[in-house]
């Protein structure tokens, strides 16, 4: 039934598949969606999260997968809510984050992605420098009415271009150009 696809993007997160798909149908790989709540572990790295994150989803479904660990970090806030994102967007939400953030809004979103398969454990950074919005602007997803990427006046939810720049582009367009040489 699955046999279509050349790997799976596993996350409860179905926003971040469809990102993912569209980026990478771009590099000619057909990506499948195995939604599932994965093991969380705290730490300050996401790097740490993201490898434990992709050895649960092998664990549970044994098929080469990739999994994503993404950060929002403010600099005026110490990096917050860095790998507590998802934790702090399902709390505090972006009203929460726009009335921390003052005079300083210098942050940048970072993505891990991480490809697991019998063989190989491989991680992929993408970071993309900006600024957090003085009110929320446009209908998107997660914190992206109040992320404007740095040389746009627009948040990621007024942009229609988001997936030709974001973090989430380019960390697959590091994997994609690794995972078809391997
Ligand atoms: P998983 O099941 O894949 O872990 P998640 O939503 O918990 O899904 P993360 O821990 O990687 O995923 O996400 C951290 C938070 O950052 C989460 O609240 C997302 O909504 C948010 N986020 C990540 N990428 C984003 C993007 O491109 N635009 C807006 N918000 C984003």
Redesign the pocket.
Known sequence: MHKSFDLFF????S??YH?AKNILDLFGINLGFLK???K?IQSNS?HD?AIA?ARDAFSKFKKPLL??????FIDSIAGF?G?Y??????TIGNKGILNLVKNNRNSK?V?IITYCDKNYLESFVGKLNGKISKSQKGK?????PI?IPNNSKKT??EMNN?NEL???YKALKKFSKWYLNK
């Open positions: 596993v996350s409860s997160n926003h971040k990102e599932s709540d994965l969380e996401l999260i994150k999994i994503e660990d993404d950060g929002l809510p790998p994102s998802s934790y702090v967007f399902k979103f993505s998107g997803w997660g914190y992206d992320f990621f939810a988001k974001s973090h989430r």
